[in-house]
């Protein structure tokens, strides 16, 4: 307690003796700890007397306190996760539509070369053709299924090491 003016409280004998022994218990004088809870409840803007709101107004400050906690977790969260993932999204989704622009050009191409082969030419294309994509279909089903693998063993909380990940090989 400081040695500046000293002014005297009166207190009543049950606030006295209940001031006595819990300052006693934290092995303080009844002055250092009347001190403390009259600056406790100032700081706070709270009213000692009213005990329900007292305690509501805490419970609302940490709730408060908490929401804040939350909101800068989502907001963390929108800066680094989900704008990684909507980058990549966009990436996936315009590297999409060229591809299939460039698929459009090269089937106008194509027609025009079939035009010109004889029925057996045309054939052995058409099962050409029908291998290519079933050898890619097995290609897309392999590569999603090693992504999902590797995005179950390295789920959210997880570490993982970028460099071994191993979606985006075999591309």
Not at 21 to 31: C, F, K
Not at 43 to 68: F, V
Not at 134 to 142: D, G, S, T
């Amino acid at each position: 307690m400081s040695t500046e003016l000293r002014r005297r409280v009166t207190l009543d004998n049950i606030a006295y003796r209940k001031g006595e022994a819990a300052a006693a218990e934290v092995g303080a004088s009844l002055g250092a700890y009347a001190s403390a809870a009259v600056d406790y409840f100032a700081s706070r803007g709270l009213d000692p007397r009213e005990t329900e709101a007292r305690e509501g107004q805490l419970i609302m400050q940490q709730i408060k306190k908490l929401g804040d906690r939350v909101f800068g977790f989502l907001q963390e969260q929108e800066r680094t996760l989900l704008t990684a993932m909507l980058e990549e999204m966009l990436r996936t989704r315009i590297t999409l539509d060229r591809v299939l622009r460039m698929n459009e050009i090269l089937v106008g191409n194509l027609n025009a070369q079939l035009e010109t082969l004889s029925e057996a030419q045309l054939q052995r294309q058409q099962q050409a053709l029908q291998l290519l994509r079933q050898r890619n279909e097995e290609a897309v089903e392999k590569q999603v299924l090693e992504a999902l693998q590797a995005a179950q063993q390295d789920g959210p909380g997880k570490r993982r090491n970028p460099a071994k990940s191993p979606i985006g090989q075999g591309q």
